[in-house]
């Protein structure tokens, strides 16, 4: 069973303005939550993250939201710039699973479009 | 120190043979992550060393998958009689400290190809 979730496989967003990416989890035991990012032919690189303690993390142009009640998160990019087409990954660890290994969404696409 | 190494870069193998992969952490980390990534699909996880010690492994890793990490350094992930349905991106990763520090840093994957 997928207990992250990207519903949104692919988002085109105009230079400039804002990326919103979205995810969603089930098991209510995750407390630790991650954006990475991937190019072609490249591992995932760490984006950001956050906690379950705060409901907002920022950093640059990167900012990631926690609702813990609706079990969702999201990636604000602003402003989007062509160098952000990559495809984006959601992960979450914690709980009962223990906090060694993450589980990861399907990712979605992001194409900046200068 | 230039991040997590993994070789070979790819690989095509016949079907019912063995391979092996190898992943160089960074040296200072002493935890290290195999996961694998299927197309369309985000990474699993597959099993977790700290230092030398296997400390967990997905029911993903059947009894054909053996991981190794002698010394605490590099790791090895050995597939036996392998099956096309072991195609798949193989991601190693590393990290040095508490998870809060910022996650994983991962290697570029030893892509397997079983035809």
């Known amino acids: 069973d997928q207990q992250v979730k990207q519903n949104s496989p692919s988002l085109s967003v105009q230079e400039g303005r804002i990326s919103i990416l979205n995810c969603d989890y089930t098991?209510?035991?995750?407390?630790?939550f991650l954006w990475y990012k991937k190019y072609p032919a490249e591992g995932p690189t760490f984006l950001i993250s956050?906690?379950?303690?705060?409901d907002k993390n920022e950093d640059g142009r990167f900012t990631v939201f926690l609702n813990k009640s609706a079990k969702h998160l999201s990636l604000h990019i602003v402003p989007s710039q062509p160098g952000d087409s990559a495809v984006y990954f959601c992960?979450?660890?914690?709980?009962?699973?223990?906090?060694?290994?993450?589980?990861f969404g399907t990712g979605t696409r992001l194409t900046v479009i200068p | 120190d230039t991040g997590v190494s993994q070789n070979p870069r790819h690989k095509i193998t016949k079907r019912g043979q063995n391979v092996t992969f190898r992943c160089d952490p960074i040296?200072?980390?002493?935890?290290l992550y195999w996961y694998r990534q299927t197309l369309g699909q985000g990474p699993e996880f597959l099993t977790y060393?700290?230092?030398?010690?296997?400390?967990?492994k997905s029911r993903l890793l059947s009894d054909r998958f053996s991981a190794e990490r002698p010394k605490g350094s590099f790791s090895t992930l050995e597939i036996q009689r392998t099956e096309q349905g072991d195609s798949a991106m193989y991601l190693c990763?590393?990290?040095?400290?508490?998870?809060?520090?910022?996650?994983?840093?991962f290697g570029s994957g030893t892509r397997l190809t079983v035809v």
């Open positions: 990763a590393s990290s040095g400290g508490r998870r809060g520090n910022g996650g994983y840093t």
């Open positions: 098991n209510s035991m995750f407390d630790y």
């Open positions: 956050i906690s379950s303690i705060k």
């Open positions: 992960a979450a660890s914690g709980g009962l699973t223990g906090a060694n290994n993450l589980f």
């Open positions: 040296s200072e980390h002493n935890r």
């Open positions: 060393f700290q230092n030398e010690a296997q400390l967990e």
